[in-house]
């Protein structure tokens, strides 16, 4: 364009020096300079106007197509291609604040994906833990739920899905080619708590359950490697009793401590589905192998394994038992770590405390690759507001948030990740380790219980342990509160 003007120019210039050499005389000379000046002017003009306008014809001719191109990108559903920048303004319903735990993952995302897409807007709206439940039923009540929204897993998503309120994420991961990003353990999970074979919520964490013990007091006892079978277990729990070390603190007095216990041994003998199918009423919470965990856990504090006073032991005493060599046995999830990294609390040290998976009871009911494992809050798709933009914007959450979590806060959130965490602990490392050896997930004992069953698990416990009810009574009444809560 610049050659085109050039040119332009100096053929004006060439027109001007021939006019001005045809006059004959003096008076004639100046006038007709004058007129040819100002014709050759307006001709320059015009041709530079021309010029310009075809430009911008092509210019935006280029635009258009673009355009047209990226609507013809997300018209077709490829998504293999770049981001087609389509317009979104997102809205979030979080109970994280923007700077706090994973508000700050939430917002970090976003605007990352603002530099990719600046036609996404964001409004990110906070709600208290406590209303979340209250919020959501009246967003669906008004058709209005947000693009995502922070929720509950188990029975509070199933009722949106039956509802027809959320994405069939397991499906958008498909289509827009992501599904790798979710790691396997999480979508297990997913899967398990709503009884889908699909997820229809993205997880917010991930965390691994299991024994942790210590490592100076099994070298005591004569125990040189972690168990991995039931019947190594219960040898080492009596070898450690044999040699005065208390095998196990329980943290009872906090009551899920000890159900975590029972529902450790429920899964591994009856399988995965275990407490869903009782949910269910597939199988009764007082059939034989139900009552068998109960009365395993008991066997255990009749045999003092517990120590002394079990239902007076919150569940940060029994960690800190564990820590300080008063007991060599302790179930808690991954979150333990950050208890194990500090090192005023840790008296065993950054290698004196170590972890295993629920020991196996039969490999073909449930494989040592199956862990008990939670998300946290999860995150859902309001299916009314969901368009090609959402699954743009979706795409970039999951291949990017494992990094974000793992560069921001040194954690694992359910989703694959490439770059590691700066100064990463031996127990951070550790938990790592064991969540990737996760090949399939199982819930804990209250997960698929309605309020009713579960304050009934929790709340007779106790007696169980101290052995004011049987195993067989202690089931009984938690099937008494799922019949009860049948009729309601």
Not at 145 to 159: C, N, R
């Amino acid at each position: 364009m610049k050659k085109k003007v050039l040119a332009i120019l100096m053929s004006s210039t060439m027109i001007l020096g021939t006019l001005a050499g045809c006059g004959g005389g003096a008076e004639s000379t100046e006038a007709p300079a004058e007129t040819a000046t100002e014709e050759a002017s307006e001709e320059t003009t015009e041709v530079a106007a021309a010029e310009t306008s075809e430009e911008t014809t092509e210019e935006a001719a280029e635009e258009t197509q673009e355009t047209e191109a990226a609507e013809e990108t997300a018209a077709t559903g490829d998504f293999s291609g770049e981001d087609p920048q389509l317009e979104k303004d997102f809205h979030i319903l979080s109970i994280w604040a923007e700077d706090n735990d994973n508000g700050v993952l939430i917002n970090n995302i976003c605007k990352a994906y603002q530099e990719v897409n600046p036609n996404f807007t964001y409004e990110y709206e906070l709600v208290s833990s406590d209303d979340l439940r209250q919020k959501v039923a009246t967003l669906v009540a008004s058709n209005d739920l947000p693009d995502m929204f922070v929720y509950e897993s188990g029975k509070p998503i199933v009722d949106l899905i039956e509802a027809d309120q959320i994405v069939d994420i397991g499906a958008m991961l498909e289509e827009i080619g992501s599904t790798d990003f979710v790691t396997p353990s999480a979508t297990s999970l997913l899967e398990t708590l709503s009884g889908t074979d699909t997820i229809y919520d993205l997880p917010l964490g991930l965390n691994v359950e299991g024994f942790w013990y210590n490592k100076a007091l099994f070298e005591q006892a004569g125990i040189t490697e972690a168990p991995a079978t039931w019947d190594e277990f219960e040898e080492d729990l009596a070898k450690l009793k044999d040699a005065g070390i208390q095998p196990l603190s329980c943290g009872a007095a906090d009551k899920w401590g000890a159900t975590r216990l029972i529902n450790a041994y429920t899964v591994r003998s009856l399988g995965a589905d275990a407490l869903k199918n009782a949910a269910e009423g597939k199988t009764s919470y007082t059939d034989e192998g139900y009552v068998a965990a109960a009365a395993k856990v008991q066997e255990w504090a009749d045999k003092g394994y517990f120590g002394e006073g079990v239902n007076t032991v919150d569940m940060n005493t029994a960690g800190s038992m564990l820590m300080t060599g008063k007991s060599a046995i302790f179930y808690n999830g991954s979150w333990f770590a950050s208890n194990l990294n500090d090192e005023s609390a840790n008296a065993a040290g950054e290698d004196g405390i170590g972890f295993f998976n629920i020991p196996v009871v039969d490999e073909s009911v449930s494989a040592i690759d199956s862990y008990s494992m939670n998300c946290g809050n999860i995150l859902c798709l309001s299916k009314a507001k969901e368009d090609e933009a959402t699954k743009w914007f979706v795409k970039y959450f999951v291949e990017h948030i494992g990094d974000e979590a793992m560069t921001t806060q040194g954690s694992i959130k359910g989703y694959t990740y490439s770059t590691q965490a700066s100064d990463m602990t031996a127990y951070t490392k550790l938990v790592l380790d064991e969540i990737g050896k996760a090949q399939s997930a199982f819930t804990w004992y209250e997960a698929t219980m309605n309020s009713e069953i579960s304050d009934a698990a929790q709340s007779n416990v106790q007696m169980l342990l101290s052995g004011e009810m049987t195993p067989e009574d202690y089931m009984q009444s938690i099937q008494d509160a799922a019949d009860m809560s049948a009729l309601e």
